[in-house]
Nanobody
Framework: QVRLVESGGGLVQAGASLTLSCTVS????????MGWFRQGPGKEREFVAG????????TYADFVEGRFTISRGNAKNTIYLQLTSLKPEDTAVYYC????????????????WGQGTQVTVSS
């Protein structure tokens, strides 16, 4: 069984930075990619960023606008999402996700999920 656990969320003021972490445990897979999604209050879950295991390529949602950076730890069972210049509209539960499927890079549909970590940005 695969387990993804996020950490690092919190309450910050607009303009602040946070770094989210996601650690994978349990059964080990050779992931095609891992990524971050978020779900704001009253909104649908949306893709934020992804990182491909084979070459560390990254992809971001348009709204990121260079403010967030996804990266992978040396142990390869941890990914990070560095959030900078946070805005109140970035308030959401942030979820870590993983996929074994090549198609996920384009359709951004992932198969394994964490429980999420809350990020709240005050104005």
């Amino acid at each position: 069984q695969v387990r993804l656990v996020e950490s690092g969320g919190g309450l910050v003021q607009a303009g602040a930075s946070l770094t989210l972490s996601c650690t994978v445990s349990g059964r080990t897979y050779s992931w095609y990619a891992m990524g971050w999604f978020r779900q704001g209050p009253g909104k649908e879950r949306e893709f934020v960023a992804g990182i491909r295991w084979s070459d560390d390529s990254t992809t971001y949602a348009d709204f990121v606008e260079g403010r967030f950076t996804i990266s992978r730890g040396n142990a390869k069972n941890t990914i990070y999402l560095q959030l900078t210049s946070l805005k109140p509209e970035d308030t959401a539960v942030y979820y870590c996700a993983a996929t074994l499927r090549v198609t996920s890079w384009s359709d951004r549909v992932y198969d394994y999920w964490g429980q999420g970590t809350q990020v709240t940005v005050s104005s």
